[in-house]
């Protein structure tokens, strides 16, 4: 922070004396909202402007009711909370807003409030924020990082908590890409890529174009969702960006971004060769650290020059040459992050009931996680758990077809 706030993080904060408050919308407590998040490394996912996209674009599809908590010392915004309540049949849970699409979920934390808070303290807050809120049985907070920057995550400290269902790798960026690229085995790196674009020369090499416009951004979209759905179904995976409201949302971030609005709200990349897209990245930037939204790979015979790969390198040869520190592809163990990402980020999930029917609810939460774990863990479980969804979907044909 600046020399203005040092009185401020001086000051001893008694829990007891945060006021607590509750809006609807984002906007509410914009200024304030983004001056925290200038003096504070928060990620791009707990930005002002991700999360009011979130609400505008996503909320009302999916039947979210947003409750952005804001926590004040003395009048100064110092915490803020991202939160909307979800309605499964008569249970009402609240989660950090963005569902799976936010793949780091925690609150905004003055570091003075931090360091304030222990497990008692953690707990009565929560105590308060639930009956401001009004109407919850529990509190679910699934991808929270153990630590940010250095500093350890108090909801993820302090409350009791469970592994998340995976961690999320990141690496570190350099200036000099040269020793970025010593460090992640360069050689081999370096060899495929001279092999890819001699294989690429005959039909006129590759290209990677950074989206410039809304509308080009726009179309590159609407190319990655082609993709990935048709990959979704091959995998026999539910399709994340088909649920009410998640396309809107990121062409919201589109139509913003290049409405005035932050540059770094999303990228999109797109790796063409041979005429065509075969490989797309989305992403945005927030404390120095590019975060990927979503990647997709074109299921055609350019496959076999590994195209994601390509994009991959290019991508990050670009963002050390933008100054950047680090980069992340968001969750999962996926191999062609495996290759980059060298530096686990351990993320946990804290369920915390608020109400009878929550306790009876976190229960079965908690027992679902177990066995999900159980089945992860178990290589040869979880390749057969692969196996079937592979075969449900190759099985499964979209609905144009069945009509």
């Known amino acids: 922070m600046d020399g203005s706030d040092a009185p401020a993080q001086a000051t001893r904060i008694i829990p007891g004396d945060l006021k607590i408050a509750v809006h ?10 983004k001056e925290l998040e200038r003096n504070l490394p ?29 926590v004040r010392h003395l009048g100064r915004l110092v915490a803020i909370l991202p939160l909307g309540v979800e309605r499964h049949g008569p249970l009402r849970v609240a989660r950090f807003l963005g569902g799976e699409h936010a793949n780091i979920r925690m609150g905004l934390f003055d570091p003075a409030v931090s360091a304030s808070l222990d497990a008692a303290t953690t707990q009565e807050l929560l105590k308060r924020v639930a009956k401001a809120i009004r109407d919850v049985d529990l509190f679910d907070f699934d991808a929270l990082p153990v630590e940010w920057v250095g500093e350890p995550n108090p909801l993820a400290t302090h409350l009791p908590t469970s592994p998340a269902r995976c961690d999320v790798g990141t690496m570190r960026l350099d200036p000099d890409f040269a020793a970025v690229l010593k460090a992640h085995r360069g050689a081999k790196k370096a060899k495929k890529r001279r092999w890819q674009a001699n294989t690429l020369e005959p039909v006129g090499g590759f290209r990677l174009r950074r989206a410039g416009s809304a509308t080009e951004a726009l179309a590159i979209l609407d190319a990655y969702l082609a993709q990935k759905a048709a990959w979704f179904r091959s995998q026999g995976i539910a399709d994340s960006f088909a649920e009410p409201g998640v396309a809107d949302f990121f062409r919201t971030l589109v139509k913003r971004r290049w409405a005035g609005g932050d540059s770094a709200l999303i990228e999109l990349d797109a790796l063409e060769l041979d005429g065509g897209i075969r490989a797309i990245l989305g992403s ?99 390749k057969l ?19």
């Not at 402007?49 to 908590?69: F, H, L, M, S």
């Open 24 to 33: 609807a919308s984002a906007r509410d407590i914009a200024d304030d909202w």
């Open 42 to 70: 928060v990620s791009v996912y707990q930005s002002f402007d991700w999360i009011d996209c979130w609400i505008e674009a996503a909320t009302g599809p999916q039947r979210t009711r947003p409750a952005i908590v804001s």
């Open 284 to 382: 945005g930037t927030q404390s120095g650290r590019l975060s990927g939204y979503f990647m997709s790979v074109s299921d055609d015979d350019w496959r076999r020059v590994s195209p994601g790969e390509l994009m991959l390198y290019e991508v990050i040869a670009a963002s050390c040459a933008r100054g950047l520190t680090a980069l992340d592809l968001g969750r999962g163990d996926e191999r062609y992050k495996a290759s980059w990402l060298d530096v686990n980020e351990p993320h946990v999930r804290a369920i915390i009931p608020v109400t009878p029917m929550g306790h009876a609810a976190a229960a079965l939460l908690r027992l679902a996680d177990r066995t999900e774990r159980a089945i992860r863990d178990n290589p040869r479980l979880w």
């Open 385 to 403: 758990a692969k196996t079937i969804r592979r075969w449900r979907g190759q099985n499964e044909k979209p609905a144009a077809e069945t009509e």
